[in-house]
């Protein structure tokens, strides 16, 4: 029935997976980069993600692939890994352990999984996970400033939000904002105005256009917008260069460009195979063992922020996913592919483009690999500006006004970690921002759990499932709670019984609600009871017996 489902939603899955590969493309050629690693390992690692992961994954809208928040890992192993006694580096020798340890890192998820740890994503406050999600939005605007300006000279995935050049912070977007070009701004602004219109009413009502996605029509617009330069205004075209500045050698890319990859990096073919030899060196264990953590806590966070932001509120098995990570990490370091996390960017990208099930990923995969190896010359026409616009409305959707204002007004304990989280991101990394953000939730939570704590209980009878909420219930039981929620059975009847309750945290409302939208699509009967003199309740009316 599932599989069926997945080809039914073949007219949304398709245009979204187009738009998801479109944007995934240059992340994972920046990423590489960033690592330090041959630039088809990210080609590499972005096709297993989609294809592989896509087709295991229990995730409905998650899109995996090379993650920035694991360059920095990669790159300081693979220097550690290729550096020899005499201290002279070869990127061959370290890149090729450094898949060893990619290999090892899967393993570790899979015995995760078989540990049922996945559960750990469900305890992370949804104040944290907003958090992350405005601070991906705000860096991801930051970041392709300099693309919609035509001017960047750091590539696309650098793991570093902020560069410290000549001592000044923000140097891309204050060098691009003196050294612009008009045609790349004149794309820019086309390409957002399409994507801005396309999300008005009367668009989405009209039976044609309907049909077309915004984002890629901004593509095919900004294509033929670039080739009209070419032909009239050759100075206003936009092309691949370098540029020497000085003693400075500075990338000049405005266009999609996969052959740049082999100007600055050694090229070692199509498919590299690790060092089996690296095994006796107890180091590669402890690299293994930190890109497995890493990648799945950012893998479990994505889980859960990309649930949060699905529009039929279905929940992804978390075990299943850390399967699915490690598996194709596995497969991914086998033939030379850089480490794969669920990534929240092309995740978002893929809801805002519509996607409905996890075919999108699968779909975005296969262009990948289509592209990248039959028709580099059709990709290389494609302007960065409008990747940019892209980015720029997916940033702009996941940090805007509405959601500071709501965080706002749910008091200090939640605007609190989740402004601090921001802020860690953007000038640090998504990792500290993570780890901050959850420390200072943690504290208003033990701070409200130490006057009074109670479990929830659940009391069956013949006729319903009595689900009776504790005096103060928490993240800490949000995970035993979604757990509960997912066994219940089609066609039941369960009674959510608030009537003790003293306090709810905001985690538990979202639950609840999520649930309330879930269960009708189970034909299951919600009663909401006791909730009466919540100080939520007008916030959320659904708890109000219908």
Not at 167 to 191: M, P, R, W
Not at 237 to 264: C, M, R
Not at 528 to 545: A, C, Q, T, V, Y
Request: with cysteine; proline share 4%.
């Amino acid at each position: 029935m599932k599989n069926f489902e997945m080809f039914k939603n073949l007219k949304y899955d398709v245009p979204s997976g187009l738009v998801v590969f479109l944007v995934a493309l240059p992340l994972c050629l920046g990423i590489a980069l960033a690592s330090g690693a041959p630039m088809f390992s990210g080609i590499i690692a972005g096709v297993v993600g989609g294809i592989l992961v896509g087709a295991i994954s229990g995730s409905p809208l998650g899109v995996s692939g090379p993650a920035a928040g694991l360059a920095v890992i990669v790159a300081d192993s693979i220097l550690e890994l290729g550096t020899n006694a005499a201290g002279d580096f070869d990127m061959a020798v370290g890149f090729q352990a450094f898949l060893v340890a990619g290999v090892l890192a899967g393993i570790f998820q899979i015995i995760l999984s078989i540990m049922r740890a996945g559960i750990i994503g469900y305890y992370f406050p949804s104040s944290v996970i907003k958090g992350m999600l405005a601070g991906i939005g705000i860096t991801l605007i930051l970041k392709q400033i300099p693309h919609a300006f035509g001017m960047d000279k750091n590539p696309e995935g650098d793991w570093k939000y902020f560069q410290v050049d000549d001592g000044s912070f923000f140097a891309d977007i204050t060098y691009s904002l003196s050294h612009f070009s008009v045609g790349a701004i004149i794309i820019t602004v086309v390409s957002l105005v399409i994507l801005i219109l396309f999300q008005r009413p009367f668009i989405k009502q009209n039976a044609i256009l309907k049909l077309i996605p915004g984002p890629l029509l901004a593509v095919a617009v900004a294509v033929l917008i670039n080739e009209l330069f070419f032909h009239t205004a050759p100075n206003l075209a936009l092309t691949n260069e370098f540029i020497n500045l000085g003693d400075k050698k500075l990338s000049n890319s405005h266009l999609v460009d996969i052959q740049s990859a082999d100007k600055e990096l050694p090229y070692f073919g199509l498919l590299t195979f690790p060092d089996w030899t690296i095994l006796s060196n107890p180091r590669i264990y402890v690299i293994a063992l930190t890109l497995a953590i890493v990648a799945s806590l950012e893998t479990l966070l994505s889980v859960a922020a990309t649930d949060k932001m699905d529009p039929f509120k279905r929940s992804t098995p978390t075990n299943r996913e850390l399967l699915a990570q490690g598996s194709g990490n596995i497969v991914s370091s086998l033939i030379g592919g850089l480490p794969i996390t669920q990534v929240i960017v092309r995740s978002s990208t893929n809801i805002a483009a519509g996607g409905r099930t996890k075919m999108a990923a699968i779909v975005h995969g296969i262009f990948l690999t289509v592209f990248v190896l039959a028709l580099p010359s059709v990709l290389n026409m494609i302007p960065l500006a409008v990747l940019a616009a892209v980015l720029l409305q997916v940033g702009y959707k996941l940090a805007n006004v509405d959601l500071f204002k709501e965080m706002y007004k749910q008091g200090l304990s939640q605007f609190l970690p989740f402004v601090v989280t921001i802020v860690v991101i953007v000038f640090v990394n998504l990792l500290w921002g993570i780890i901050v953000g959850f420390v200072i939730a943690v504290f208003y939570i033990l701070k409200r759990n130490f006057e009074n704590g109670m479990h929830s209980k659940y009391i069956r009878s013949e006729s319903a499932l009595t689900i009776q909420l504790g005096e103060v219930v928490s993240f800490f039981n949000k995970g035993n709670l979604h757990k509960k929620f997912d066994e219940l059975e089609e066609n039941s009847n369960v009674i959510i019984d608030g009537s003790i309750s003293k306090h709810l945290d905001s985690d538990i409302y979202d639950l609840l609600k999520d649930f309330n939208q879930n269960a009708k699509t189970r034909n299951i009967n919600v009663e909401f009871k006791g909730f009466e003199n919540h100080r939520n309740l007008d916030e959320n009316s659904f708890l109000k017996n219908q």
